[in-house]
């Protein structure tokens, strides 16, 4: 096994928690590990399940007990990111990835830190009380062993008052995930978007037809430099599509009210956004900047549904 993890203090969602860095004879901050797909999935993490999933409950001590749930996010083609996803049952359990084991065949390891942030390039694991709900990737940092996340293995959660938490995990199976787990782009999905967490940002799209074209357009309604700034574009699809991009420009120039002329303003183009649906309340929202910038968010209705329109 390798050298322990040296830990650090650090504030949490839950409070302060142990967080562990990699040690030199890991792998080091940046390093690409396959069970790591940056900007697959959105950060915080989502703590619903979508798609095939695995669970078990463990006691990890007298007075708490944790439900442990294995699950993956389709990235593209073959590839996904697994997420663990813990939801204290009772009290609040000690959570740290040295209690997590990852058996494949005749290997077994436990060199693991859990990590709330896939995005961030840095390798730091979670060691606390679990308070709340909580979604993880798992680092694996055994220098005999790299673990693949898309294939089969058994997952273990070590119990030091009882029988040890574990579940197998089959192999990801892009068929089992319709549209790679992606709802079809439809005029269902129209509608306003925002993340909490960025609350009086946000975005609104619509999905339709011109003249029998599908059309899909997007304002981003978000700020610069402490003013306002609406971001818009649009751009055609084809049917059966999961995923589209879409051009952004921003424009400027314009006066308000009876003194607004058009041939005042000024279009520059901004980059673009790529938007896809977990599910009918959920959108995927890549975008980059041609400055340079780039970010992912994970944006929701404010509204439970459309009246008079079923999603799915």
Request: aromatic letters at 10%.
């Amino acid at each position: 096994m390798s050298m322990r993890p040296h830990p650090v203090l650090l504030a949490s969602v839950t409070g302060f928690a142990l967080v562990t860095a990699v040690p030199a004879d890991a792998a080091s901050p940046g390093t690409a590990l396959k069970e790591i797909t940056p900007n697959c999935v959105a950060t915080p993490l989502p703590t619903t399940a979508s798609g095939p999933s695995a669970s078990f409950e463990v006691q990890t001590a007298a007075n708490a007990r944790l439900r442990v749930t294995a699950w993956r996010q389709p990235c593209s083609g073959n590839d996904a990111q697994l997420i663990l996803t813990m939801q204290p049952l009772t009290g609040t359990p000690f959570v740290c990835g040295t209690e997590v084991e990852i058996v494949v065949g005749a290997f077994r390891t436990d060199d693991i830190l859990l990590d709330v942030n896939p995005n961030d390039g840095v390798n730091t694991g979670f060691c606390a009380q679990l308070a709340q709900t909580t979604s993880f990737v798992i680092h694996e940092f055994d220098g005999q062993f790299s673990f693949d996340d898309d294939a089969a293995f058994t997952l273990v959660y070590e119990s030091d008052v009882g029988p040890d938490g574990q579940v197998q995990v089959p192999a990801f199976d892009p068929a089992q995930y319709t549209g790679g787990g992606l709802v079809a782009l439809s005029g269902k999905l129209s509608g306003s978007y925002y993340e909490p967490a960025r609350d009086r940002e946000g975005v609104l799209v619509e999905f339709g037809q011109v003249g029998g074209t599908r059309v899909a357009f997007l304002t981003w309604y978000t700020y610069f430099q402490g003013q306002q700034r609406w971001l818009a574009g649009n751009v055609t699809y084809q049917p059966g599509a999961t995923e589209v991009t879409i051009p952004l420009i921003v424009t400027s120039g314009g006066q308000f009210g009876n003194a607004y002329n058009p041939a005042q303003v000024q279009v520059t183009p901004w980059g673009n956004v790529t938007i896809s649906f977990p599910d009918c309340r959920q959108m995927r929202f890549a975008w980059n900047e041609t400055g340079g910038q780039s970010g992912l968010f994970q944006y929701q209705r404010p509204l439970d549904s459309l009246d008079g329109v079923s999603c799915p």
